[in-house]
């Protein structure tokens, strides 16, 4: 399991989530609208959802039907595109 980050993230791309990750799992690209969780990576403290500041970030058995999408997006997201582009901030 893995923490997911929903569509309240698009747009916004604040990265107070990316300052508290412990395994630096969280990543963007400069012409991403939001940012990414690495399921392989994440450990599922926890640490990431109570700091972002518009609720974007749910653990993948809490995320709200809408966005439930975001699951499979979030996992996508890193079997795709040259991973050297992958960056934190
Ligand atoms: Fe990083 Fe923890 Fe959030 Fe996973 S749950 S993305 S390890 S801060």
């Known amino acids: 399991m893995a923490y997911i980050i929903t569509e309240p993230c698009v747009g916004v791309k ?3 989530c ?6 630096d799992c ?9 940012y990414y969780i690495n399921p392989d990576e ?3 403290c926890a640490a990431c959802e109570p700091v ?3 609720t974007a970030i749910f653990s993948q058995d809490a995320v709200p039907p ?10 996508n997201y890193f ?7 992958l960056k934190r901030k």
């Open 42 to 44: 994440c450990i599922d």
């Open 26 to 34: 969280i990543y963007t690209r400069d012409a991403d609208d939001q």
């Open 66 to 75: 809408q966005w439930k999408s975001y699951i499979e997006k979030n996992a």
């Open 79 to 85: 079997k795709t595109g040259d991973p050297k582009t």
């Open 18 to 23: 990316v300052d508290v990750c412990p395994v």
């Open 52 to 54: 972002c500041p518009v």
């Open 14 to 16: 604040d990265a107070a």
